[in-house]
């Protein structure tokens, strides 16, 4: 079957840095994406990592190892909006989206 | 670049009456269009993928005559959600995604429609 695991809540301070993790298992791979939901609100892109290795964007960077199938979303210099559910989704053959439930970060001061 | 719209935002109905939701492609063409249900707390749902010009693909559970999709264009897709109920009461995203070009594999949200059924 097809499964995205990731934590459900994560806490981390203001100023620091955190790393969350995802596995997956899927027919076929098409890429790893992973998504800012703020609550209430739709999804936001973050990143797209097809290629194993590491892909930064400013604060925010996605590793990608294929052959563990696994990867990480690190967000460096923590800002209090950066509290959200970061979801990550794996694409499969089909190009259909594998959705993980969500983590929830917690930012305190 | 890759702006989705949605509307309305907000749908307060009476249980019975059907709701029509619409998802745009603001700055591209969507080939393939997504629909999602989220409840409070609970990670995305898919419901359906639409194609332009063909009918939906609906996941297993979703009623396809309860749930009616169109796609009817490039940039546009609607949701109706007929004889609705209070358990319809959702959170209903859509996405989009241009499939013909470098970098497609990407979907992006609309900001979502909050629908209340009484």
């Known amino acids: 079957g097809q499964n995205i695991d990731q934590p459900t809540e994560m806490t981390a301070t203001e100023g620091a840095i955190v790393q969350i993790n995802c596995t997956y298992q899927t027919s076929g791979f098409n890429g790893l994406f992973w998504y800012q939901q703020h609550a209430g609100e739709a999804p936001t892109f973050l990143s797209y990592n097809v290629l194993d290795g590491l892909e930064e964007k400013g604060r925010f960077s996605s590793f990608l190892s294929r052959s563990k199938g696994y990867s990480y979303l690190l967000l460096k210099e923590l800002q209090m909006k950066d509290s959200a559910s970061y979801l990550c989704a794996a694409m499969d053959s089909n190009y259909q989206l594998i959705w993980g439930a969500g983590t929830k970060l917690i930012i305190k001061p | 670049g890759a702006v989705v719209s949605q509307h309305p935002s907000w749908v307060i109905c009476k249980s019975g009456t059907s709701v029509k939701i619409e998802c745009r492609s603001l700055d591209f063409q969507a080939t393939t269009m997504f629909w999602y249900r989220q409840f409070p707390k609970q990670s995305l749902m898919l419901m359906a993928t639409?194609?332009?010009?063909?009918?939906?693909?609906?996941e297993q559970g979703v009623e396809k005559d309860k749930f009616l999709i169109n796609h009817a264009s490039l940039t546009l897709s609607t949701l109706t959600v007929t004889s609705a109920h209070p358990e319809d009461s959702s959170f209903y995203i859509c996405?989009?995604?241009?499939?013909?070009?470098?970098?497609?594999?990407?979907?992006?949200f609309g900001p979502g429609t909050r629908l209340l059924v009484l």
């Open positions: 639409s194609n332009e010009g063909s009918k939906a693909t609906y």
């Open positions: 996405s989009a995604r241009d499939g013909q070009r470098e970098g497609g594999e990407t979907q992006y």
